[in-house]
């Protein structure tokens, strides 16, 4: 992942950031103003030449390897900002109507900015703001370290493989179940046994599904990435749908990705949740581009 990458353009700005950053933000493109505040580029400036590649300027991928901080940047501006109406905004997952209790998300609140419910301390992803919980709301979690959380939890997932491929690989020389510890970064998650004929009883693994992933993303633990975390918020608050997300699409259907950020999505081995289907009046409504910025920046 380009997240170590980034620490030393980052330590130089960190001041400049904290200083200069705000809340929600208006687009001053749409709305100028005397006191010059909010963002300065319009939304179809910060998609730019869209996701593109290493050699096409002003593309996501392109600042991503060339510039990182300048995607970062763009992601917290992209954060803040308020979009409106015309850009999508609205209605959220069947416009609040359904059984919520097999569909949550037709209980979130309609937000118009990813800061309206991380905003706290102001500019940055952090908390504060009501989410989707039922008839009863809670303060939206805060997302400091989302990276962090992200890098290890697939380490951790890798670790935990490893030692399931090494019990079947024993069970089969030996001819005889072979069951091993489950441990990862001095966490314990109970024990698997492997079989000769290449099966595995996963009934003692405890605290992990038993395909083994670590998913570290919401309190029920139902998502493994960033970027599925940035395209369900989008659609499930925001009523914003990024349909032709390339790297949710392939994963999703069993492709294997790796996404501008550097996260393998592998659908052969996870399963990924797919991007929400075209909004019925706009159609796709988010350019791949912005939820690659979104992702850079929660990952920073």
Not at 124 to 150: K, M, N, Q, W, Y
Not at 242 to 248: C, E, F, K, M, T
Not at 264 to 282: E, H, M, Q, R, T
Request: with cysteine; glycine share 12%.
């Amino acid at each position: 992942m380009k997240f170590l990458g980034t620490i030393l353009t980052l330590a130089g700005s960190a001041l400049l950031v904290g200083i200069t950053a705000h809340a929600q933000m208006i687009d001053s493109t749409q709305a100028p103003n005397t006191a010059g505040a909010g963002i300065n580029k319009s939304l179809t400036d910060e998609i730019g030449a869209g996701r593109g590649s290493v050699l096409i300027p002003n593309s996501s991928v392109y600042i991503i390897n060339r510039d990182p901080f300048r995607s970062i940047r763009r992601g917290r501006q992209l954060f803040q900002r308020k979009f409106t109406q015309a850009q999508g905004v609205g209605p959220i997952e069947g416009d609040g109507t359904g059984d919520i209790n097999t569909d949550l998300a037709i209980g979130a609140g309609l937000s118009d900015s990813c800061a309206g419910c991380h905003s706290r301390p102001r500019g940055s992803a952090g908390a504060g703001g009501d989410v989707v919980t039922r008839p009863d709301s809670r303060d939206a979690p805060h997302l400091f370290g989302l990276g962090i959380r992200e890098m290890l939890a697939d380490e951790m997932t890798t670790d935990l493989r490893a030692t399931r491929d090494l019990a079947i690989s024993r069970a089969q020389k030996r001819k005889q179940p072979v069951t091993m510890t489950l441990f990862s970064k001095g966490v314990q998650f109970g024990s698997i046994t492997a079989n000769a004929d290449g099966t595995v009883d996963t009934s003692k693994v405890v605290g992990v599904d038993a395909d083994l992933r670590i998913k570290p993303f919401f309190a029920e633990g139902s998502a493994i990435s960033i970027r599925e975390f940035v395209v369900g918020a989008l659609h499930k608050e925001m009523g914003l749908e990024a349909s032709s997300d390339p790297d949710l699409l392939t994963a999703s259907a069993g492709g294997r990705v790796v996404t501008p950020s550097g996260m393998v999505l592998d659908g052969s081995k996870d399963k990924i949740s797919p991007p929400p289907p075209p909004d019925a009046v706009n159609g796709n409504e988010i350019d791949p581009a912005v939820v690659d910025h979104l992702e850079f920046y929660l990952l920073n």
